[in-house]
């Protein structure tokens, strides 16, 4: 499974010998650990090493909203005024 959860499954044409993807669960992934077979992208982890992330907003109501969408990704954090 990549990073956002969807699981693929690549295969080849027999027909033609084109390279084919199928994005979503099929019977290949019941026997598949996706925790042993997940491979991060460059980007991910070069975005991993950066470190955290500092976002500074104008309102505690803003910091609030912005909190709520960044609070399950780890290495963010929200600042704003203090009411």
């Known amino acids: 499974m990549g990073e956002q959860g969807r699981p693929a499954t690549q295969g080849t044409c027999p027909v033609c010998g084109t390279r084919l993807v199928r994005f979503g669960r099929t019977p290949a992934h019941d ?12 980007a991910t982890e070069r975005r991993l090493a950066e470190g955290p992330k500092l976002v500074i907003v104008e309102s ?3 910091a609030r909203t912005v909190g709520r969408f960044w ?10 005024p203090r009411p």
Do not use: H
Not at 71 to 80: I, N
């Open 71 to 80: 609070a399950g990704l780890p290495g963010r954090a929200v600042g704003g």
């Open 60 to 62: 505690p109501a803003k």
């Open 31 to 42: 026997t598949v650990d996706p925790a042993a077979n997940t491979v991060a992208s460059k």
